[in-house]
């Protein structure tokens, strides 16, 4: 089995380099550890795997690595069911591993962040045997018990399928506990300050290991209350800020990223008045929208959530994808009689299920290389953070017939080696087979073969990675829309100081003309910035442009030469 | 007439705004003039002008008088040289427009005219004028304002202004509020000159929005209009929304009636008063004016009372901009051609959702004239048409309560006269567009 080599970037220490807003300028890439590289052979993914292919995310340009659950747990849940919140799932590794794993990383000038679950264990957690066998024990306390299944009745029931009630009665200790999600997973109890302090040692456990950050999971249902629907609760919030101040004491440049799955106004609280909780939260509906206007050859899906989007703390800042591994269902945003989305996605069955339903990129652009390019140019150019999908650089496709999650979750396709190069496993032992098909296949579509041609997809996302990089603006500038009286054609400057960048992305699939009005730049040269080209001076006149069918440009605003 | 009546006079016929379109200007009459600032030489002037027919019109330009040569940005404005100075129309020069900003900010008032602003308005945004449009120059200013000049003149409160500010006042969000106005005395008459209204930042016709719609769905070989990604239906819908949301707004603030029978009847003699001025310019309608007719007697032997109220009155595509916050509606003009009462008059809404209706069938079709016949597309085009026709009906019929298809009866009058409008001025103006009414009388009149 070959390995493709990585041309080795410089070794840089993080230590020299403390950035509190680093993740700002950052481009995140989500890996699924099981999915991206075995290297003990026995069909799973695993953390040295992962370590092993840090060079080839540095040669990419990645600057943090966000991973799923990485503890140990049943796996009920896709590892979000936690049995001990201080171990590493064997299959995964041990915490030497881990601690391996982010040494390296850093040495490479890239970060590692991980998902973690404040809201609730495992039902296998030790706590959670200790409290049910024994209430008046130390742990007694660290769930929420009741008598009876009547008390927070206003809080909805999130997986109306599989559970009746947010109560789950149990034998042993014959009482009800309590439960956002499944009922194998029992909510912690934060009234009780043992419990507080427990977790925040959890964090400071992972933070001394050298962890960049968490995602945290499932926070807007810490505190319960009676008569209140049990999310985004005050106390909630205070908690957070005190996890916040206990973080920022100790290790100044980590970052927290809330998992608050709403509506950006509502998100917004979780970045604190002052951007005293988390740094960071994910931009939902935006996703959906950069889907509904390239199919819709309009703008206004994108300019009108970005315009009615919150203003957030200058320490802050949205995280935003294309594609991860999860469903993002619709209802998420349509909840509250977002009549918009609504009437959008009732009257086009198709959107509805590509956008709702876990596919990865390129088949969800019907493999157009023109499409997965402007997905990915508005990706990086909008404001937020970028998060990539492991995989969605070289194109990578799906298996609809493993369903919604896994389909998105085959292995990493490396080479045209057995197994995609993923792993030397049998075959048969791969915790899900490899993508065989005709066009997406592992034989023809490998990260090995697309790092020899000069033109693929993942030279070309590496490339604008890079540009990326060479522009802080595009990660902390300001952003303002350009009205054009073309309603396909997207235009948008982003500024932070003299950095200037005018993006121009064309959503129809036909060739458009777009006159802009750039007064406000008069004088100044838009230099291409792949290509280094300058274009011609902006004058008073509005500023032409013609852009091919799903084209987009990126220009740099330079001051020009002459008065 | 003097030098100046002279220049003016080679100069009208030529400029987009002008009325009388291929009708020979006789006379020109400067009736007032007076001096904006103490800069620039640049006057308001007011003319009167009559054309070959023996018809009077008003118009309104701002006439700038320079004693050297005007500078390079400036020489398409020039009208000519009176007394070796140089003329330009001053609508075009920054400067000028900029002094009318200034003047509605300071609420100025000059001999014949006066400045109102309703809002603190900031002088010295950079002013850009935009193309010109049928009836009116628009300058905008910064980002924030944008100035319609109006070109021709009617004595009176001009309807734009009137209904614009009512909806604001009543709360809207569906008209881009009035910051400020010119008004001067025509006829001893207090007349709207001007109108400065918050720009609409951001913002598209609702014509290249659905033309955009159109281009996706005739690029598909097999799917129908409700398959294919460029769908306008829900766009459709809530214009229709926005449409039912400002005609409850314009009843309730502005007079309205429910006329009787007797107003039926009025209506339909009108109608077929404007067939027959229509047949005698487009003698392509005869074979159809059977048809016609009928439909207008359906409507004017109807005995329902007919709601009426203060209407959009010229309500197509080309008056909706798409915004960030969904859809706005522009110039509560009237129809251009039309006396100021006729286009004061209180009519049924259905008129508005008619015209939109016929706009959407020249959405659907002018590409078609482009390419020249093909059945096939031209089946494309009738089923993007009638959905996005449904969908404006779904949305109209949501939010008044009421849906429009209810009253075919009217609608379909109301339709046809639109579409015998256009089929005069398409012969007019665009003969390749023909077609598009024409169609569109034969397919309404055959049902």
Known sequence: MSTPEYEHGELVSLEESRDPLWFKRAVFYEVLIRGFADSNGDGTGDIRGLTEKLDYLQWLGVDCVWLLPIYESPLRDGGYDISDFMKVLPEFGDLGDFVHLVDEAHKRGMRIIADLVMNHSSDQHPWFQASRSDPDGPYGDYYVWSDSDEPYSEARIIFVDTEKSNWTWDPVREQFYWHRFFSHQPDLNYENPAVQSEMIDVLKFWLDLGIDGFRLDAVPYLFEELGHNGENHPKTHEFLKRVRREVDALYPDRVMLCEANQWPDDVVEYFGEDGDECQMAFHFPLMPRLFMAVRRESRYPISEILATTPAIPKNCQWGIFLRNHDELTLEMVTDDERDYMYAEYAKDPRMKSNVGIARRLAPLLENSRDQIELFTGLLLSLPGSPVLYYGDEIGMGDNIYLGDRDGVRTPMQWSADRNAGFSKADPQQLYLPTILDPVYGYQALNVESQMRSSSSLLHWTRKMLAVRKQHPVFGMGDYQELGTSNPSVLAFVREFGDDKVLCVNNLSRFPQPVELDLRRFEGMVPVELTGLVHFPKVGELPYLLSLPGHGFMWFGLQPGDHP | ?447
């Open chain 2, 1 to 447: 007439m003097s030098e100046l009546e002279d220049v003016l006079r080679e100069w009208l016929p030529s400029q987009r705004w002008y009325g009388g379109k291929g009708r020979v200007v006789t006379a020109v009459r400067v009736e007032h003039e007076e001096r904006l600032s103490g800069g620039e030489d640049v006057r308001h002037t007011l003319l009167r002008v009559t054309d070959e027919d023996g018809q009077t019109e008003r118009y309104q330009v701002l006439l700038g008088h320079r004693s050297g040569e005007v500078e390079q940005r400036l020489r398409n404005a020039v009208v000519g040289e009176v007394d070796g100075r140089t003329l330009y129309d001053a609508a075009h020069d920054p400067e000028a427009v900029g002094t009318l900003l200034q003047l509605l900010a300071e609420g100025r008032s000059l001999s014949r005219l006066s400045f109102t602003s309703t809002a603190e308005l900031d002088p010295t945004l950079s002013p850009r004028v935009m193309g010109a449009e049928q009836s009116n120059t628009s300058v905008v200013y910064g980002e924030d304002y944008i100035l319609k000049l109006f070109r021709r003149i009617q004595p009176g409160l001009n309807p734009d202004l009137e209904l614009t500010r009512a909806l604001a006042e009543g709360g809207s969000p569906y008209v881009a509020a009035p910051l400020g106005w010119l008004e001067g005395e025509v006829d001893g008459q207090t007349t709207t000159l001007a109108l400065l209204q918050a720009f609409q930042h951001n913002s598209t016709e609702g014509w290249a929005m659905a033309t955009a719609s159109v281009r996706d769905l005739f690029a598909e070989a097999d799917l129908h209009a409700d398959e294919v990604g460029g769908d306008f239906a829900a766009e459709s819908e809530r214009l229709g929304q926005a449409t039912a949301e400002v005609h409850l707004l314009l009843r309730e603030v502005l007079p309205s009636e429910t006329a009787d029978a007797d107003e039926s009847a009025r209506t339909g003699r009108q109608l077929h008063e404007r067939l027959d001025a229509a047949i005698a310019v487009a003698p392509d309608l005869e074979p159809h004016a059977a048809a016609l007719r009928a439909a207008y007697d359906q409507l004017a032997t109807r005995s329902d009372p007919v709601p009426v109220q203060r209407i959009h009155g010229d309500y197509h595509l080309g008056q909706v901009l798409r915004t960030e916050h969904g859809w706005v509606l522009l110039d509560f003009e009237g129809e251009p051609a039309r006396s100021l009462a006729e286009r004061t008059a209180l009519m049924s809404p259905l008129r508005d959702v008619a015209g939109m209706l016929r706009s959407y069938d020249y959405a659907a079709r002018h590409l078609l004239a482009e390419r020249g016949g093909d059945s096939q597309l031209a089946y494309r085009a009738n089923e993007w048409a009638e959905r996005n026709r449904q969908a404006f009906c779904d949305g109209y019929a949501r939010a008044a309560g009421t849906d429009p298809r209810d009253e075919a009866v009217l609608l379909r009058a109301f339709e046809l006269d639109k579409a015998v409008y256009e089929v005069v001025y398409e012969v007019r103006n665009r003969p390749a567009w023909l077609p598009i009414p024409m169609g569109s009388i034969e397919r309404l009149a055959s049902r």
